[in-house]
């Protein structure tokens, strides 16, 4: 049988722009190559600025990880300059990513990933009554009612009349797709309960830092003002508020999502052998575990599962990582064999690629934009799934309990979460332990306000003066994707190289020198049992790749020589 060559580009419903190219044959993918379309050059942007504004740049890279990267800009400068802020600044620190996290969460699985589960149309010929009897047969959420499901089927039906909207041109009937009418209808009910949910939940980041996207930060703490008796800044009816919108997130999460989750993965049980990619996951010991100086119950500490050994943690040391460009259109003076570490790294583009528009960019050696990211010279896989995986080698106890009734009902084990199933899975899993986490750190922040402690800002360090001549900073912290970090050099009070490595660079990463591939092609060749039924509808590919949750806005970016922006898709 011979060999077909298939292109997929560009793969929506992602942030940013991502081409796949693969080879199949036999209903199987034999070969497989994630081609990132965009250049990244914040870095260079950085180059000669206060590192006090390095935050509001930063976080520019993506709207969608909101905040995440202004925290590890200003994690790296403060360790840079050494700063430590106060308590309470941490914890709103924390309680601002972690409902970032749990909206991403979320609006990943409904808004993004569902519809490669769900079959919308599916959803029109449901019976109503029979929808919420099943439903409430998986969560008490008091929506589930049999009028609800009516209305959510007559507004499909409404939309399909005009061409489904927001539901066309998905692959509706493919044989992949195995809901039944029921589950599908209570699964599109819940999708257009999220749009809602996550729009009112993030009101946190209003109040707490100013906006969304983008909230606002502070090297050395937070801009938030915290007077009990002032109409202006956070007061007891903004601590109420806030409370109730945590309560929200985890009633939602609970009730909803999570269930929807285990209810969903039940039809598709081979998907957990399905999608396997690196057998090195590695996390940095926060999120839903452990921020420094808040509770967290027992702590998971950094560290990697190496080479398929799910069960012992090996400690983690952020001077083996290092970035290759072998397959990367970027030009290291070293040579492309040559990995940099990131306080060595250089962001130099040099496009060798074919001219737009192109039929094919695989059969070149350098085929994307994203640099290749390697631990000790392995590929790394990284996210919810390296997150769960780690707690659970260390013995983290909500962590395995939850695990091990899950894996138990799903009738796999801890192996099953390095999959296209587990990855889904771990994100719901991390936002249950999360969304009771941020109960703890809101508890314990009003209890440090009613003690009389409302610092949030510590200006020791503030002005350049006081900072070295020669300083070099990191900040590490575990965004909804993944492993961020953030890399500093700073001299004479100004940026002389700054290199960000982001989640989806480490997953969607090319070829390095030894020719070992990224956790995205991995995911699709690596054990080439990977299955792809209709090359003219590859909903089994956007499987995988979706429980990735990939973000290539974070990975790279285009800009013009002039420095506008530019975004093309070259389709």
Known sequence: MATERIVIDPITRIEGHLRIELEAEGGRIGNAWACATQFRGIEKILEGRDPRDAWAFAQRICGVCTGVHAIASIRAV??????????????????????????????????????DWVDVMSALSADPAATSRLAA??????????????EVQQRVATSAKGGLGIFAS??????????????????????????????????????????????????????????????????????????ELIREARRFVDE???????????????????????????????????CSGTPAGKPVAAGLLMDGDYRTPRPFNPRMVAEFVSSAWYLYPEGDRQGLHPWQGRTDPNYTGPKPPYRQLSDQEKYTWCKAPRYDGRPVQVGPNARIMLAYAQGHPETVQLANRDLGQ????????????????????????????????????NERVRS????TFNADLWEPESWPKQAQGMGYLE?????????????????????CVVPSTWNSSGRDP??????????????????????????????????????????????????????????
């Not at 049980?269 to 940095?284: F, K, L, R």
């Not at 009389?452 to 610092?455: K, Q």
């Not at 995205?520 to 792809?532: C, N, R």
């Open 78 to 115: 403060e360790d840079a300059i050494k700063c430590r802020i106060p308590e309470s600044a941490e914890l709103i620190r924390n309680l601002v990513s972690g409902m970032a996290t749990l909206q991403d969460h979320v609006m990943h699985f409904y808004h993004l990933h569902a519809l």
């Open 137 to 150: 047969t998986i969560s008490p959420w008091p929506n589930n009612s049999a009028t609800w499901f009516k």
């Open 170 to 243: 998905g692959y509706w009937g493919h044989p992949a797709y195995r809901l039944p009418p029921e589950a599908n209808l209570m699964a599109v009910a819940h999708y257009l309960e999220a749009l809602k949910w996550q729009r009112e939940i993030i009101q946190l980041h209003t109040i707490f830092a100013g906006k969304n996207p983008h909230p606002n930060y502070l090297v050395g703490g937070m801009a938030t003002s915290i007077n009990l008796d002032n109409q202006l800044t956070i007061n007891k009816v903004r601590l109420d508020q806030l409370g």
């Open 256 to 290: 909803v999502y999570y269930p929807d989750v285990m209810a969903i993965a039940g039809f598709y049980p081979e998907y957990a052998s399905i999608g396997v990619s690196s057998p090195t996951m590695m996390a940095v010991g926060e999120s839903a575990f452990s």
């Open 410 to 445: 799903l009738k796999a084990g801890v192996e099953a979460l390095n999959s296209t199933l587990g990855r889904t899975y771990c994100r719901a899993l991390e936002s249950v332990i999360l969304a009771k986490r941020m109960e703890e750190w809101f508890a314990a922040l």
């Open 452 to 455: 009389g402690d409302v610092s």
């Open 479 to 499: 965004a909804a994707r993944g492993t961020l970090s953030h890399w500093v050099e700073i001299e004479n009070g100004r940026i002389s190289r700054y290199q």
């Open 514 to 571: 030894n020719g070992l591939m990224g956790p995205y092609e991995q995911a699709l060749a690596g054990d080439k049992k990977h299955p792809l039924v209709d090359p003219k509808r590859p909903v089994e590919v956007l499987r995988t790749i979706h429980s990735f949750d990939p973000c290539l806005s974070c990975a790279v970016h285009m800009l013009l020589p002039d420095g506008s922006g530019l975004e093309v898709k070259v389709r």
